[in-house]
Nanobody, 122 residues
Framework: QVQLVESGGGLVQAGGSLRLSCAGSGRTFSRNTMGWFGQAPGKEREFVAAISWSSANTYYADSVKGRFTISRDNAKNTVYLQMNSLKPEDTAVYYC???????????????WGHGTQVTVSS
């Protein structure tokens, strides 16, 4: 079992930055691929970024490449999402996910956090 708790969301102006954190607990956190997904009102949950357990591989949605950076600290059981140059269209609830068999597909993750709200004002 893996438990995930997100933090770091909030309200920010366009062009600003936020850093999301996802603290994990439970077995084999360090061996799990971790991902971030965003869900805007009335839309499906969409892939944002993912990172392999060793950090050797990272994956990004085209919409966030060059603006967002995913990283992890396995010693702290934490994965991060640094969000720069934020846009109003980035507004969503952001969810952390763990244990994936396919990093960019939400349905392939076994565990989810409860989400943190990110709101970007224009």
């Amino acid at each position: 079992q893996v438990q995930l708790v997100e933090s770091g969301g909030g309200l920010v102006q366009a062009g600003g930055s936020l850093r999301l954190s996802c603290a994990g607990s439970g077995r084999t956190f360090s061996r799990n691929t971790m991902g971030w997904f965003g869900q805007a009102p009335g839309k499906e949950r969409e892939f944002v970024a993912a990172i392999s357990w060793s950090s050797a591989n990272t994956y990004y949605a085209d919409s966030v490449k060059g603006r967002f950076t995913i990283s992890r600290d396995n010693a702290k059981n934490t994965v991060y999402l640094q969000m720069n140059s934020l846009k109003p269209e980035d507004t969503a609830v952001y969810y952390c996910a763990a244990q994936s068999t396919y990093p960019t597909i939400a349905a392939r993750y076994g565990y989810w956090g409860h989400g943190t709200q990110v709101t970007v004002s224009s």
